[in-house]
């Protein structure tokens, strides 16, 4: 089964020696603090003198929400030190840039397969690139590729995307109702609902595979720079 779910507003994990808080600070602050108290509460003893990341993504002016933060960790968990996460590119990632503008991404091979129209019942599509589909995909299509899937219109067949072990890949439509989603080896089948008026996506989380709000959760929204796929 599916499971649609919104995007959890607080995630923390661990990175290095030290932890990382990721806050989707579009959602209310009230909110924000009541579930950072929840997620430090849990760790209990394991948060005293950690060094914790805090990572708004690429959102300014929230400067004295990061203070408020940073003293109730400190305060409250007894957090050793916390730090905003830095948006500064570093050199490499400067003279990446200046490579990319300067040389153009026309010049690009692609690796993405485009198609135009409805892929009809019977009909199999299978690539190791990314797939993007201007139509519907009807029930019994199926379409099989190594990156990501996109369907500009409705999803209504069997999907495979990251094939064979590509964890990151996901599937996204205007209208998301397949009978079958596969990303890397993880399969899920069905769905919770039958009708959807925003764009989804699935991708690979918490042990299984995630249906999100795609204008609400924005995977593509933290990235500081467009990357060359």
């Known amino acids: 089964m599916i499971h649609f779910e919104n995007a959890a507003p607080v995630k923390l994990k661990g990175v290095g020696g030290g932890l990382w808080l990721t806050l989707d600070v579009s959602r209310p602050k009230e909110q924000l603090i009541t579930?950072?108290?929840?997620?430090?509460e849990k760790l209990k003893h394991l948060a005293i003198?950690?060094?914790?990341?805090?990572?708004?993504?690429?959102?300014r002016?929230?400067?004295?929400?990061?203070?408020?933060?940073?003293?109730?960790?400190?305060e409250k968990f007894e957090v050793g030190r916390v730090t905003a996460a830095s948006q500064k590119p570093s050199a490499p990632t400067r003279r990446i840039r200046q490579r990319?503008?300067?040389?153009?991404w026309n010049h690009h091979r692609s690796d993405v397969l485009m198609l135009r129209g409805?892929?009809?019942s019977g009909q199999k599509i299978e690539t190791p690139r990314h797939v993007v589909i201007f139509g519907d995909v009807n029930p019994g299509a199926e379409i099989i590729a190594g990156k990501d899937i996109i369907v500009l219109g409705k999803l209504a067949g069997k999907v495979h995307a990251g094939n064979p072990e590509n964890q990151d890949a996901i599937v996204f439509a205007l209208d998301f109702e397949p009978t079958v989603v596969k990303i890397a080896a993880v399969t899920v089948?069905?769905?919770?609902?039958?009708s959807h008026t925003v764009p989804m996506f699935a991708s690979i989380g918490d042990g299984g595979i995630l249906v999100q709000d795609y204008l609400k959760?924005?995977?593509f929204r933290k990235m500081p720079w467009p990357e060359v796929v």
Do not use: C, W
């Not at 003198?49 to 959102?59: L, P, R």
């Open 35 to 40: 579930e950072i108290d929840q997620v430090f």
């Open 49 to 59: 003198n950690a060094s914790v990341v805090i990572d708004m993504g690429d959102a």
């Open 61 to 74: 002016g929230h400067e004295e929400f990061f203070s408020l933060i940073q003293t109730r960790l400190m």
């Open 100 to 104: 990319d503008l300067s040389k153009g």
């Open 118 to 120: 409805r892929v009809r």
């Open 189 to 194: 089948t069905g769905s919770e609902k039958t």
């Open 217 to 219: 959760t924005n995977l």
